[in-house]
């Protein structure tokens, strides 16, 4: 069976190898090389960043089991990073339309830094301090970067087009190339150096504090919202008129929640449903091969998205219904397969099948992130990109606390049939987004609050 985790991975490296090097012109978009510039210094910093989120996720659990805590006190640790996200991380977020996205950029790399150094305490008050502050970066992570991105492109004066190339070569090095190499390296720190957990942590500061250079050097600020008289409540509330306003904000919204909520979901599910007598898996490998077919669905984005058809709305329905029979595959296997009773051993032909299926899944995300955010570049109001963006990630973090929370009082196959039901009605509001799509942009945000002031006066 250890054959076939190489096999998986080998034809995964060829067909990604393949799509790269076949692209022609159709497939490529022309650029300028102020725009190549700008973009690939974006994505150096991007690259720094995910290496220092990537760096952690393997060795979090890891750390806290070698500091005698046990699955409880664990669980509450993850909660706590979600709940902060949520709550705290909404309101930071929301910040950097008020204060400006460069700021918040940094503020997310002082954050992140300050998370790590507090994984060298063994006290559970001071991990829990630490789980707030990822939290909260967390949300500036998926926030502050691309609405920086997104205004400073804009402010350029760079091709809408080309802003899908930058959307695509992120995730594909950002959530696919960097993921990889970030495991083999964090593999490298702590069992063939022998450096300990906590040795992941602090190469993720380093990294962080040499993306934080850059940023300060060659980054320069942009803002959501001018006005100077709205104050957070304010600026909450015109997010909120705004997502109630335009279906298609809220349906992106929707659709955002529905698809990451399963995606986190996955993430706590995957390696129970490989092993369930305790088969002997491995784990590191088989999350480099989940990146490698990240990698491949983001390839697949930057080709559909070098095109004028078929559209980012159109494709996507076919996207979350393919990820939706993807995670069904557990429920069908069950069912078909006679389950093995003998603990132990290498993975079962069940959990090939199933393997197989969560690679399509990971496809279906490297195509998901691009193209999500090119819909944000084009559906949310520019004066409240970040504040809008977190809104977004309460339903997300309230699903996956509540997931966390009752993760034992399920069956599997209960949680990947939900998590395939929320797919599917996905890819139905996707549709109704695609019917959509072709109405005007709405109103800009502060001609709909009533207590914006006119920015003339």
Not at 13 to 32: F, G, P, Q
Not at 124 to 149: D, H, K, N, P
């Amino acid at each position: 069976m250890e054959l076939f985790y190489f096999m998986v991975f080998g034809a995964l490296s060829a067909v990604v190898a393949a799509l790269e090097l076949s692209k022609n012109s159709k497939d490529r978009i022309n650029t300028s090389p102020a725009f190549n510039s700008f973009k690939n210094n974006y994505l150096v910093v991007y690259s720094l960043m995910m290496a220092g989120d990537w760096l952690q996720g393997p060795y979090v659990y890891y750390l806290y089991s070698t500091y005698g805590f046990g699955k409880g006190d664990i669980g509450q640790l993850f909660i706590a990073g979600f709940g902060s996200s949520m709550l705290f991380g909404t309101i930071v977020g929301s910040l950097a339309d008020k204060q400006g996205r460069k700021r918040a950029c940094i503020t997310y790399c002082i954050t992140y830094i300050l998370s790590c150094i507090t994984k060298h305490s063994p006290e559970y008050r001071i991990l829990m301090i630490g789980r707030v502050l990822g939290g909260i970066a967390t949300s500036l992570l998926f926030s502050a970067f691309e609405s920086w991105l997104v205004a400073e492109h804009n402010k350029r004066g760079f091709e809408q087009q080309w802003l899908s190339l930058t959307f695509s070569k992120a995730i594909f090095l950002g959530n696919g190339l960097i993921a990889i190499l970030s495991g083999l390296f964090g593999n490298l720190l702590v069992d063939s150096l022998s450096l300990g957990p906590v040795a992941p942590f602090d190469a993720a500061a380093c990294f962080l504090a040499i993306g934080m250079a850059i940023i300060f050097s060659s980054w320069t600020e942009n803002f959501g919202d001018p006005s100077e008289n709205k104050d957070l409540l304010t600026q909450f509330r015109g997010a909120a008129i705004a997502i109630a306003s335009d279906e298609k904000i809220a349906l992106l919204g929707a659709i955002q929640s529905l698809f990451e909520g399963s995606m986190y979901t996955f993430v706590f599910l995957w390696t129970p449903a490989l092993s369930p007598n305790d088969e002997e898996i491995p784990h590191g490998f088989i999350f480099a091969t989940f990146m490698l077919a990240s990698m491949l669905g983001s390839s697949l984005a930057s080709r559909l998205m070098a095109r004028s058809a078929p559209r980012v709305e159109s494709y996507m329905q076919i996207v979350f219904v393919i990820s939706s029979a993807s995670l069904l595959l557990p429920i069908i296997t069950n069912f078909l397969v006679a389950p093995s009773k003998v603990k132990g051993g290498s993975i079962s032909f069940a959990g090939c099948l199933q393997l197989l299926g969560f690679c399509t899944f990971e496809a279906c995300v490297g195509i998901f992130w691009p193209s999500i955010m090119k819909m944000r570049s084009q559906y949310i109001p520019e004066e409240a990109r970040s504040t809008i963006m977190n809104f977004f990630r309460i339903p997300l973090n309230i699903f996956v606390c509540i997931v966390l929370y009752n993760v034992d009082a399920f069956p599997i196959t209960i949680m990947f049939g939900m998590c395939s039901i929320f797919l599917f009605v996905a890819s139905i509001l996707q549709r109704q987004l695609m019917a959509i799509s072709d109405k005007p942009k709405m109103e800009s945000w502060t001609a709909m609050d009533p207590e914006a002031e006119p920015l003339n006066d």
